[in-house]
């Protein structure tokens, strides 16, 4: 790995957790950020005997331009709101802000097995789907229902909601895999740095683990007695580092071309729904069936997110199916005005 470039990242670490301890009220909060600043110093000084060994000049470090724009950031909206951005700069501590039980952040620790995480993330998925029906039914319908209040021949219809269809499910799936193909180069580029200073100084890395667990509740020799404990084992502290120090998850790690199809999937499914009935035959009701069978869907899927909500599952249907109604009227009046203006 490039020294220079490690003692900038420890410098530019240091500059943002002063920053960081300076907006927090907190005094466990304030006191944490201002001894991890302390302890990205001392590993700056670790390159910086490197970087004399291979006769490599040290220049005076001097934030960059984007550095700096961050801490500005972070003084005005605060670090809670800037986790992401905060993690992709190796600042660690970020678990800090999470409101989860200690239980179910430590699970090695205190008991909680691997596949609480791996339910989580089922759940999480299962979700996603949920949500993706739910965005091509609504917007195919919408769009179909404008072009309809612009009283022109079933034919125009028909292709307003098939090219609805294509445009937003490739949209959908462009647009997932850009995300996660981001975020997953983001992570692997965190948990690569994380693995090199776990191998290069244990023994700080397991000191900053016992700052933020004290800053989270534990008491200091609980604390200690918990980091050094989680450090013995390569794997787990390094998952457990990138936890708690950078905010991330390594189980995030997912498929950019599983998340893209998945999502191209999800929204055809859902925007497919209204374009049945014309799809299937040339009945002069196939709006009037379309627009009840688009509602009988919003309803069941409102109802069904109530499952990872908890709550009501007739208010929960009822509330989509009501947006659903808003969103469908509103582009219906707009197509039927345009349809009159000649547009």
């Known amino acids: 790995m490039d020294l220079l470039e490690n003692w900038r990242e420890e410098k530019r670490s240091s500059y943002l957790y002063r920053i960081v301890s300076e907006t927090e009220a907190e005094k466990l909060h304030k006191n944490l950020f201002i001894e991890l600043s302390g302890l990205a110093e001392a590993q700056a000084i670790i390159w910086e005997s490197q970087l004399k060994k291979s006769n490599i000049p040290i220049p005076d470090y001097h934030p960059d331009r984007r550095t700096r724009f961050i801490g500005w950031l972070v003084r005005r909206l605060g670090a809670r709101y800037l986790r992401p951005l905060l993690a992709g700069t190796k600042v660690r501590g970020m678990s800090i802000y999470r409101s989860d039980s200690l239980a179910k952040q430590f699970p090695q620790v205190f008991g909680e097995l691997e596949q609480q995480h791996r339910a989580v993330r089922s759940g999480n998925n299962l979700r996603a789907a949920v949500f993706g029906i739910n965005d091509g039914l609504l917007s195919n319908a919408s769009l179909m229902l404008g072009v309809a209040g612009a009283q022109v021949h079933p034919s125009f219809i028909i292709l307003s909601g098939i090219a609805g269809l294509l445009a937003g499910a490739c949209s959908m799936g462009s647009g997932e895999y850009v995300s996660v193909r981001s975020q997953r180069e983001m992570l692997e580029y965190q948990l690569e740095l994380e693995k090199h200073e776990l191998d290069t100084y244990p023994e700080e890395e397991a000191r900053e683990l016992a700052l933020i667990y004290e800053a989270r509740g534990l008491p200091p020799e609980e604390a200690v007695k918990v980091a050094n404990l989680l450090i013995q084992n390569p794997e ?7 936890r ?22 999800s929204f055809t499914i859902g925007a497919s729904i209204p374009l049945i009935p014309f799809l299937l035959s040339n009945s002069p009701y196939n709006l009037l069936i379309s627009i009840v069978l688009t509602g009988i869907s ?7 997110l109530s499952f990872f909500t908890q709550r009501n599952m007739w208010w929960s249907g009822l509330r989509t199916l009501l947006i659903g109604v808003a969103a469908g009227t509103l582009t219906y009046c707009i197509g039927q005005w345009l349809g009159v203006k000649g547009l």
């Open 244 to 265: 708690e120090e950078l905010g991330i998850n390594p189980d995030d790690l997912a498929s950019p071309w599983g998340a893209a199809i998945s999502s191209f999937i």
């Open 236 to 242: 787990k502290a390094l998952e457990t580092l990138a």
């Open 298 to 304: 919003l309803f069941a899927i409102g109802a069904s």
